[in-house]
Every structure is written in C-alpha cells, then in structure tokens.
T-cell receptor, first 108, second 115 residues
Framework: RKEVEQDPGPFNVPEGATVAFNCTYSNSASQSFFWYRQDCRKEPKLLMSVYSSGNEDGRFTAQLNRASQYISLLIRDSKLSDSATYLCVVSTGNQFYFGTGTSLTVIP | NAGVTQTPKFQVLKTGQSMTLQCAQDMNHNSMYWYRQDPGMGLRLIYYSASEGTTDKGEVPNGYNVSRLNKREFSLRLESAAPSQTSVYFC??????????????FGPGTRLTVT
C-alpha cells in the first residue's frame, strides 16, 4: 500500500470556482503534513503546512483528520495562476512521502 | 541567499557512463535529500542525510551512491548509468529540530537522460 494516495485528476475548473483535493496516508505515526505546488517541469514549492486544527491562507484552506488519516485542500475563487499540480506530503521522522499529485487546470 | 542549487541542469549519458550530481544549500540546514521524479510515480526518495557525516537509504537506492561532503553539500553518484535511471532528480534540504513544522526546500532539478 502506498504511503500517500491522491486522486490524480485532472481537475478542470472555471475561474472563480471552488475546488477540493483529498489525500489519505497509511502511517498513523506520521507527524507533519504539507501541501506543495509543482508547476510544469519545475521544483515543488511549499504551499502550506497542515495543522491539526486546520488552517487557512487567503483562498486556501487545509484540513487534517488524524482519526481518518485524511488531509484536504480547498481552493476558493480559483485563478488562472492556480493551474499546477498539487502534492500531498506526509512526514515521519526524517522521511517525507509524496503523493503522485493532483493536476488542476483553471479555465478562463 | 541562493537556497538550494543543483548542477548540472541537464545531462545526457550513454549506458555504463558515470556521473555525479551536485547539490548545495546555503540555509544552514541539517538534513539533505535526493529524490527522483518519474511520470505517474511521484517523488521517490533515493538517499537522505539527516546530518553531516550520516547517510541513509530511501525507497529506491539501488544504482546510486551519495556523499555528504560537508553541511552544505550532498552529491549523488551514478556509477554505471542505465536507461531506467532516466528521470528528473531533485535535491532538497530541511532544518531539523525537536519541535515545529520544518518543510523541505527543493533545488531546480537535474534532467537526466540515459541512452
């Protein structure tokens, strides 16, 4: 079983739409959780860390459910510039485990 | 402050050739990592170094060796390249400590093709 599983998409949404991505992880001892963004042929960059109580950064909201081993990312009022691949990342000790990514295209 | 740098950006090798991918960070991070990214596979950990002087295998270490030269530099060596090692290689670094969320910072990647 993979450490981190994501729906690969693709998600094609119109500008202004709200879109949600989900991710599950297999190791209940996982300690830290992140969403990264990766643009085509570029390196992953941190979008936001995910805290137990949930957290928001502008149009982006991340939630963590430790009991269900589930992480989510909600993007409100989608912009064209949000088009990218979103990676769910789970850390246990010194190791990081990446989902395969969910592709988002925001359409004008 | 350049962050994480990698050289070269692109490389084409013939089967059996060797090469070293270089990575350096100027953020005084303790931990450094090497990943490969293949279509549909996500990032997979090759090796990591939790601190200067230590290295550990990740998920896909076969065919690779690493050296943590000092706190700043972590190199990845392919001794005898194979077509299966065609991939994009990313180096990352991270501050480690007893508390807090410490994310990874990535270099721009090396695109390697083995023919």
């Amino acid at each position: 079983r993979k450490e981190v599983e994501q729906d690969p998409g693709p998600f094609n949404v119109p500008e202004g739409a709200t879109v949600a991505f989900n991710c599950t992880y297999s190791n209940s001892a996982s300690q830290s959780f992140f969403w990264y963004r990766q643009d085509c042929r570029k390196e992953p960059k941190l979008l936001m860390s995910v805290y137990s109580s949930g957290n928001e950064d502008g149009r982006f909201t991340a939630q963590l459910n430790r009991a269900s081993q589930y992480i989510s990312l909600l993007i409100r009022d989608s912009k064209l510039s949000d088009s990218a691949t979103y990676l769910c990342v789970v850390s246990t000790g010194n190791q990081f485990y990446f989902g395969t990514g969910t592709s988002l295209t925001v359409i004008p | 402050n350049a962050g994480v740098t990698q050289t070269p950006k692109f490389q084409v090798l013939k089967t059996g050739q060797s090469m070293t991918l270089q990575c350096a960070q100027d953020m005084n991070h303790n931990s450094m990592y090497w990943y490969r990214q293949d279509p549909g596979m996500g990032l997979r950990l090759i090796y990591y170094s939790a601190s200067e002087g230590t290295t550990d295998k990740g998920e896909v270490p076969n065919g690779y060796n690493v050296s943590r030269l000092n706190k700043r530099e972590f190199s990845l060596r392919l001794e005898s390249a194979a077509p299966s090692q065609t991939s994009v290689y990313f180096c990352a670094s991270r501050l480690t400590g007893t508390s807090g969320f410490y994310e990874q910072y990535f270099g721009p990647g090396t695109r390697l093709t083995v023919t």
